[in-house]
């Protein structure tokens, strides 16, 4: 991995907290720390998502929620048009 230096501004009643969530989730490397909470962000964003696209799955189908089984056939039925 390459790594590249960054510099970010910190204010310094927010530095306390930054260093107390350091030291628990980064083990104490604030850029360890950096690349969880992107990560973990990331994987909300892929959530709000998803949440979304199945929130305008349903909207298109008047709220109606589909069984297992009807979803399989619905694929079935899709993959042989």
Do not use: W
């Amino acid at each position: 991995m390459t790594a590249k230096t960054v510099g970010i501004a910190v204010s310094a009643d927010l530095r306390p907290a930054l260093d107390e969530v350091v030291e628990h989730f980064g083990h104490g490397n604030r850029s360890e720390f950096l690349r969880l909470a992107v990560r973990d962000y990331q994987a909300r964003l892929r959530l709000e998502r998803l949440h979304a696209i199945r929130e305008q799955a349903r909207s298109e189908r008047g709220g109606r929620r589909y069984s297992s089984d009807e979803v399989v056939e619905l694929v079935r039925q899709s993959s042989t048009s």
